[in-house]
C-alpha cells in the first residue's frame, strides 16, 4: 500500500510498500482501522534527518508516523468494544501481554514492547493498519480526528504530570516550548497547577505558549532568569514542580534553581548523552526526580480531557497537509519554523 517511507537519512519517498502478510493478519483480539490524521512528532522528524535516536537506529527503509486516529473498519472476532465504523485513536506501543513489566503495570517500559516508527517497527503513515483493541480508544463526537491525533503527544504530557503527583494550587515550571512542552503545560495546568511558567529561547514559541491559557507565563531564559524570577513571584520559595522538556544538557545543570524545598523534577527531554545533575542543590531541597519513557494508562484520560473541554489541544494544530505532500510536509517540518507547533497529515478517505 502507498506509504510514507524513510529509505535512509534524508531520503523520503510516498511509494506503493509490501506490508509482511503477518503484520496485515486480524487476529481475533485486533481491529483493523483506515487511518485518519497522522501527527508529525520530532522524533520522526529525528530520524529522518540523523537515520537513529540513541540505540534506535533505521537500518532497513521504514515507514514513519506514529500519532494517529482513524476509523475500524474490521473487528476481530473476539472483540467487544469497538464496532466498525467507531472514530478511534491508537497508542503505538504493543508490549509483550506476558511480561513482567506489563504484569507490573509498568508496559511502557517491557523491554519487548513494539513502538510504531521506532525500528525496526514500522509506523502507520499508510491507508490501514491492524492494532489491538486494548491500545484502541474510541472517540466521544466532540473529539476530532485532528484532536484525537494530538492525544499520543499528550500522553507524554498527562504521564509527566501524573509522576509529578501535581496538587491544586502548584506553581510549575516546563523548561522548553516545543509540542511536548506545551502538552505539559496544559496538562499540568489540568492537573491543578495554578501557575505554570513556560521558558523557552524563542519568543514566538513563547507567544504561542502564552496564548494557550490564562494560567501560562512565558519566561524567555536568553534575557531573564527562570530561578530569578520564580522565586521573586513565589516569595523566595520556588517552583514545586520543574518538567524538562527541552533535552538539552545545558538547561538541564540548573534544574533543581527554581525548584521549591521538597519540590519534584520530572525528566521529560530525551537525552542522547550522560548530563551534569547537581546532585548538591537536589540533596538540599530533598528533591524527588521521576523519569518518564512515553507514557502508560492516559490515553482515555487524555480522550476524556478533550471531550470535556478540560484540555484544548486546538490550538496546537498549526498546519495540515495532505497524505501526497507528505515528503513535502516533513522537509518544512524538518526545518523547525518557529510558529509551527504540530503539523498534521491527512490520509485520503
Ligand atoms: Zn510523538
Not at 509483550?96 to 504484569?103: G, I, L, V
Not at 483493541?133 to 484532536?147: H, I, Q
Not at 520543574?242 to 521529560?268: D, K, M, Y
Request: proline fraction near 7%; glycine fraction near 8%.
Amino acid at each position: 500500500m502507498k506509504s510514507l517511507v524513510l529509505e535512509k537519512v534524508n531520503e523520503l519517498s510516498l511509494r506503493d510498500f509490501p506490508i509482511e502478510k503477518s503484520e496485515e493478519a486480524l487476529g481475533a483480539h485486533d481491529v483493523r482501522i483506515k487511518m485518519h490524521t497522522v501527527g508529525i512528532c520530532g522524533s520522526d522528524v529525528h530520524y529522518y534527518t540523523h537515520g537513529s535516536i540513541g540505540p534506535f537506529v533505521v537500518k532497513d527503509p521504514m515507514i514513519l508516523g506514529h500519532e494517529a486516529s482513524g476509523t475500524v473498519i474490521e473487528t476481530g472476532s473476539a472483540v467487544s468494544t469497538l464496532s466498525v465504523g467507531d472514530r478511534v485513536c491508537m497508542e503505538p506501543g504493543i508490549p509483550d501481554p506476558n511480561s513482567k513489566a506489563t504484569r507490573l503495570g509498568m508496559y511502557n517500559i517491557d523491554p519487548a514492547v513494539r513502538f510504531w516508527a521506532t525500528p525496526p517497527v514500522h509506523g502507520i503513515l499508510r491507508p490501514t493498519c491492524v492494532h489491538p483493541e486494548a491500545f484502541t480508544f474510541k472517540l466521544p463526537d466532540a473529539v476530532s480526528y485532528g484532536e484525537a491525533a494530538m492525544v499520543e503527544p499528550l500522553a507524554v504530557g498527562v504521564h509527566a504530570a501524573t509522576k509529578a503527583q501535581v496538587k491544586p494550587g502548584d506553581i510549575a515550571v516546563v523548561l522548553g516550548a516545543g509540542p511536548i512542552g506545551l502538552v505539559t503545560a496544559l496538562a499540568a495546568i489540568a492537573a491543578g497547577c495554578a501557575r505554570v511558567y513556560v521558558t523557552d529561547i524563542v519568543d514566538r514559541k513563547l507567544e504561542i505558549a502564552a496564548s494557550l491559557h490564562p494560567a501560562i507565563t512565558s519566561v524567555n531564559v536568553a534575557s531573564e532568569s527562570i530561578a530569578d524570577r520564580v522565586s521573586r513571584d513565589t516569595g523566595g520559595w520556588g517552583a514545586n514542580v520543574v518538567f524538562e522538556a527541552t533535552g538539552s544538557p545545558r538547561a538541564a545543570q540548573g534544574i533543581f534553581e527554581p525548584l521549591c524545598p521538597g519540590g519534584c523534577v520530572v525528566l521529560i527531554g530525551g537525552q542522547s548523552e550522560p548530563i551534569a545533575y547537581d546532585a548538591g542543590a537536589a540533596m538540599v531541597r530533598e528533591a524527588r526526580v521521576e523519569n518518564i519513557f512515553r507514557y502508560a494508562h492516559v490515553f482515555p484520560r487524555c480522550v476524556d480531557m478533550l471531550a470535556s473541554g478540560t484540555i484544548d489541544v486546538k490550538p496546537l494544530i498549526t498546519r495540515t497537509f495532505e497524505f501526497d505532500q507528505s515528503v513535502e510536509a516533513f522537509e518544512i517540518a524538518a526545518s523547525a519554523p518557529p510558529s509551527d507547533v504540530k503539523m498534521q497529515i491527512l490520509l485520503p478517505q
